[in-house]
Every structure is written in structure tokens, then in C-alpha cells.
């Protein structure tokens, strides 16, 4: 497979809540966990086979300088989807970042990185 990133990603096990918008009655999921994580998106399991093009909304607890908590949501598009015999490895592209969801990302990279 051909390696399309333009950011590197870091291993993570946090825990998230999402909700598709391809629906209006659409609730908040939650029991999903981010595995990798990168300026440009993120990996996580789902329950749920979500199909690609899907655009997500996440909502998560990082943290950043100091040992801070914050809560950031993020939007994204599903560009992949692997099968498990319990949950699937979803792949997202994050879209239309703000100036300051991108340094709380960095800032939780950061926080993150080996």
C-alpha cells in the first residue's frame, strides 16, 4: 500500500464520541477509540460500518500544555473502512479546521509524542 499521509501519525488510545451528518436524527455514538492520530486525521474503531464520504463530527478530551483538559470537536470525512470481527477500523480526513482547533492539535501531538 502506498503511503498517502503528509503528517506523521502517533499511536493513541483515547476515547471519542462522534455523530454522522448524513442523517438529521443522527445521535452522538460514543465507545469508539482513536488508535493513531495526525495533524491531518485519525484512525479509530467503530461499531458501525460508516461509508466512505461520510462526513463525522468528533468530540473528545485531550490534553495539551500543562497537563490542561480541553474538549475539542473536530469534523471529518470517512476516506476508509477495514472490517474486524467486532468494530472497524475507520479512516477520517479532518475538514475546515479552525486556527485554534489546529494548535490544540499540535498541542495534544505534542503531548502525545514519544
Do not use: C
Not at 506523521?8 to 493513531?36: A, F, H, M, T
Not at 490542561?68 to 475538514?95: C, P, Q, Y
Amino acid at each position: 500500500m502506498i503511503e498517502k499521509r503528509k503528517q506523521p501519525r502517533y499511536n493513541v488510545n483515547v476515547s471519542i464520541k462522534y455523530k454522522r451528518l448524513d442523517n438529521p436524527i443522527s445521535l452522538w455514538q460514543s465507545g469508539s477509540e482513536i488508535k493513531n492520530i495526525s495533524l491531518g486525521g485519525l484512525l479509530f474503531s467503530a461499531y458501525e460500518k460508516i461509508p466512505v464520504g461520510t462526513q463525522v463530527i468528533f468530540k473528545m478530551q485531550i490534553f495539551v500544555k500543562n497537563a490542561d483538559v480541553k474538549i475539542i470537536e473536530l469534523s471529518a470525512n470517512i476516506v476508509g473502512v477495514e472490517d474486524g470481527m467486532v468494530s472497524h477500523d475507520t479512516r477520517v480526513a479532518f475538514t475546515d479546521l479552525s486556527s485554534s482547533q489546529k494548535s490544540l492539535l499540535k498541542q495534544f501531538i505534542s503531548y502525545v509524542e514519544p
